[in-house]
């Protein structure tokens, strides 16, 4: 089984843009997570998505904010890019629902710098 | 609320020597603990969890943890290190309210002396 995909794996961009990421989780998957990594915060919880509809989400600004599609991939974005946005940004997929609890399979990242 | 704490910011140890990185959590009920490792630029790779039932769990490359309730701990261990070890290791536990939202620890870095 293929692992969970995530693309672009690198982006640049400057303040103020906006910034889309996608993620393809594990066939079969219909769980979908993401975390920010930075080297100040850590790994922090975003958002997670089951059959389209958001769960939960961390405790982050209204610039972020996700979706996902009938076959369960799933894009989020950032507007209005601030400096402090810059990070690896890491999806996560499980086969499960947020009421059970199932290993999550993590994606290789998608690395954002923001200047 | 649910934590988790890694102590150790950097270990170094000697290749061929045993490894042991700590983790304690805070939880109210029985949790769900992972341990995760990534390399470089790259992301979270799962070694094991642990869910319930036996407390001493096996996992990918040889490395084992224990869960040790009265202690709120889950240790990670390794007999004999290899070069290739050298990464950064998290500990992980799922959320109460959704089990899809883990908390992780801060991280170790582990560096492999030859």
């Known amino acids: 089984k293929a692992g969970v995909t995530q693309t672009p794996r690198y982006l640049i961009k400057t303040r103020g843009q906006q910034v889309t990421l996608s993620c393809s989780p594990i066939?079969?998957?219909?769980?979908v997570s993401w975390y920010q990594q930075t080297p100040g915060q850590g790994l922090q919880f975003l958002f997670e998505y089951f059959s389209e509809t958001q769960r939960n989400k961390g405790n982050f600004p209204g610039r972020f904010s996700g979706r996902q599609f009938s076959n369960s991939r799933s894009e989020m974005n950032v507007s209005t890019l601030e400096l402090g946005d810059s990070a690896l940004y890491l999806c996560a997929s499980s086969s499960r629902d947020s009421s059970s609890t199932d290993t999550q399979y993590f994606g290789p990242g998608t690395r954002l710098t923001v200047l | 609320a649910q934590s988790v704490t890694q102590p150790d910011i950097h270990i170094t140890v000697s290749e061929g020597a045993s490894l042991e990185l700590r983790c304690n959590y805070s939880y109210g009920a029985t949790p769900y603990l992972f341990w995760y490792v990534q390399s470089p630029g790259q992301g979270l790779q799962l070694l094991l969890k642990y869910f319930s039932g036996d407390t001493l769990v096996q996992g990918i490359k040889g490395f084992e943890a224990e869960f040790k309730r009265s202690q709120s701990s889950f240790n990670l261990r390794k007999p004999s290190v290899h070069w290739s070890d050298a990464a950064e290791y998290f500990c992980a536990v799922a959320g109460f309210e959704n089990f899809n939202k883990f908390y992780f620890g801060s991280g170790t870095k582990l560096n492999v002396k030859p």
């Open positions: 066939s079969g998957h219909r769980s």
